[in-house]
């Protein structure tokens, strides 16, 4: 097998090549990030019938000052564009889980605020959330020392 990160050919330009260890982790990263969002939105949308980026956009909002934030902050918070926010903002909306209200600041922006249904919603879905967590990531982490590898994943993300 061919691997393009560790070609010991490339130049110093190209860094120092990728160790077992570091290929496999930076491998299996990918794979980390499309599997484990896929399998806990099963599970929300099996067992809630809804979806993980409605519990995430409902969870963010509920953690916000005064339970709002500007739909630009709820799409980034959320990993999403603006229109893609949008659109799951209309949709919460529509269930009477949130509601847009013009920005007090200019006028010109929107507030995705959470409602008091929208916050029940939230803790009843709850449980289903952290169960699947738990067990398609958490419980994998067993003997890990956690903290340590939360302010590691901290700094990729930042």
Partial sequence: MVTVTSNPTRGPEWGQPLNPDEEAIVRVLNRIMYALPRAIDADMAREQRLPLID????????????????????????????????RVVHRLESQGLIQRIRCE???????????????????????????????????????????????ALRKVAT
Avoid: I, K
Avoid at 69 to 74: F, T, V
Avoid at 126 to 136: E, F, M, Q
């Fill in 55 to 86: 519990y995430l956009a409902l969870m963010h909002l509920s953690e916000a000052p005064h339970s709002r934030l500007r739909m630009s902050e709820l799409a980034a918070v959320c990993g999403m564009s603006v229109s893609g926010m949008s």
């Fill in 105 to 151: 600041e200019d006028g010109r922006g929107w507030n995705a605020v959470l409602t008091d249904a929208g916050l029940a919603r939230l803790q009843q879905a709850w449980p289903t959330s952290l169960a699947s967590v738990r067990r398609h990531f958490l419980d994998h982490l067993t003997g890990l020392d956690l903290g340590t590898l939360s302010q």
